[in-house]
């Protein structure tokens, strides 16, 4: 069974950062893309960042590039975000997902493993 455990969401201003980490059992996380994802009320999920299982490569959405940076651990089976430059409209639940597969992607729907989210809230 697949567990996932997140962590580092919070409050802070706008201009702030965190630091997200979802740690997950049951699989060999080496073997899976990872994705980060957001809900922010009355909307849909958007894709965040993202990141490759072998190779490392790295994709973002372009309302977040240059300030989010993903990262993983896999010897520790846990992925990151760390969130610089954090914006209002930042504001959302963040989930993990994970898929057994080389290329990861930014769409939700080729997901097949969910982290429980964690909220970041950017207020002043």
């Known amino acids: 069974q697949v567990q996932f455990v997140e962590s580092g969401g919070g409050s802070v201003q706008p201009g702030g950062s965190l630091r997200l980490s979802c740690a997950v059992s049951?699989?060999?996380?080496?073997?899976?893309?990872i994705g980060w994802f957001r809900q922010a009320p009355g909307k849909e999920r958007e894709g965040v960042a993202c990141?490759?299982?072998?190779?490392?490569?790295?994709d973002y959405a372009a309302s977040v590039k240059g300030r989010f940076t993903i990262s993983r651990d896999d010897a520790k089976n846990t992925v990151y975000l760390q969130m610089n430059s954090l914006k209002p409209e930042d504001t959302a639940v963040y989930y993990c997902?994970?898929?057994?597969?080389?290329?990861?992607?930014?769409?939700?729907?080729?997901?097949?493993?969910w982290g429980q989210g964690t909220q970041v809230t950017v207020s002043s």
């Open positions: 997902a994970t898929v057994r597969t080389m290329r990861a992607t930014l769409e939700a729907h080729r997901y097949d493993y």
């Open positions: 049951g699989i060999t996380l080496a073997w899976y893309a």
């Open positions: 990141i490759n299982s072998s190779d490392g490569r790295t």
